[in-house]
């Protein structure tokens, strides 16, 4: 397939949003990037993530205690994810460059490669949002249908039922088996990576070392094989079903679509402001504990629209946009609480396992 292209309207609906955004900050005076509620937060998780590692791995509390925590741990770990490292990868965190570098590389101490992150999240979910093919964030098979297009094997009749299993193995998929397969392959689904310099090679290795000393070859000195095994399964499922879910509300409900390009000229009917708000859903924006704890990822609207932009933002930034939205015509997809998004993307998933 080709690349695909999108449309070059002038003027464009992104060029107004994008004119709007810009007049509310100026008049403002204030900074696209985090604050001081951002800051406040990242030391909190931070801290929380420290102190549940410690008493786990040096002071060894019962199992129930221990396995409470480690569930917590897994929380924890999602959190920072979705607060820390998100931001700081998309250079939103902080107008100061090392701290952005700083957040983003907090995926590396938590098993992950911030390098493949960027290709494909940054580069490709970012650009090519649910067009089948290039986008791999929507490829799953032969486990899960979530696209028309994709194969329809028998068992994704009940794909619906027992997604959750597979969305919890996600995070021991992600650091144990996909950035490695990525990493030789040099390239992710249909996409070649970018070329890795000497730098970027030794990061990728130091950092899992550094992951797998730290959160298995310690603890198993300390508190044991066995209790080691057992705390890390609790921790990285739970972290594996929280960062799945949440990502999985934004884009693969009943109500967003998947376009694709003309087969022969790569061409997009919409323009890519378009595209994006016709491939992605909010949920429970006016909730204030999820919106804490996601990081403003129950946005994906205006994070997708405006990823340099900091997630401290979006609640006022999200009025404009909706507005615009309806001036213009364009459809402004959200879900006021979060039960009815996951029921929708159940939804959706019994449906692209039936059709």
């Known amino acids: 397939m080709a690349t695909p292209k999108f449309a070059q ?24 990037t985090g604050n001081y509620k951002l800051f406040s937060k990242a030391v909190i998780l931070v801290l929380t993530l420290v102190a549940l590692y410690v008493h786990l791995t040096f002071f060894t509390p019962t199992w129930g205690w221990a396995l409470a925590e480690c569930a917590l741990l897994g929380i924890t770990i999602a959190a920072i994810g979705f607060n820390i490292m998100h931001d700081g990868a998309h250079g939103s965190f902080s107008n100061n460059k090392m701290l952005n570098k700083l957040a983003a590389v907090t995926l590396g101490f938590l098993g992950g490669s911030h390098f493949m992150w960027d290709v494909k999240h940054n580069m490709i979910h970012h650009s090519y949002t649910n067009i089948e093919g290039v986008d791999d964030d929507i490829e799953a098979q032969p486990f899960l249908r979530m696209a028309s297009g994709q194969k329809r094997y028998k068992i ?32 992710i689904g249909s996409t070649p990576l970018k070329k890795m310099h000497v730098k970027d090679h030794i990061y990728f290795w130091f950092y899992k070392v550094l992951h797998h000393v730290i ?5 198993m000195f300390t508190v044991g094989v066995l209790p080691t095994i057992v705390g890390f399964l609790v921790c990285t499922l739970v972290a594996g079903f929280v960062l799945s879910i949440v990502f999985q509300l934004a884009h693969t409900v009943e109500h967003t679509h998947f376009p694709m390009p003309d087969e022969a ?9 378009i595209h994006q708000l016709k491939t992605t859903a909010n949920f429970a924006t006016s909730n204030r504990i999820v919106s804490w704890f996601v990081g403003g990822l129950n946005f994906q609207i205006e994070h997708h629209l405006f990823p340099k932009i900091s997630h401290v933002h979006y609640p006022a930034i999200s009025k404009i946009i909706k507005k615009a939205c309806e001036e213009y015509g364009v459809a402004y997809i959200e879900y006021k609480r979060t039960h009815q998004a996951i029921l929708s993307h159940i939804l959706f998933l019994r449906k692209m396992g039936r059709a």
């Open 9 to 32: 309207p002038k003027p464009s609906f992104h060029a107004e949003l994008k004119r709007r955004i810009n007049d509310y900050f100026e008049q403002r005076g204030i900074d696209k």
């Open 156 to 187: 994704h009749r009940l794909q619906h039922l027992y997604f959750w299993m597979l969305y919890s193995i996600l995070y021991i998929y992600w650091i144990f088996l996909s950035d490695y397969r990525k990493y030789f392959k040099q390239r």
């Open 215 to 219: 959160f298995i070859v310690l603890p």
């Open 265 to 273: 000229s790569g061409k997009m009917d919409d323009e890519w402001a």
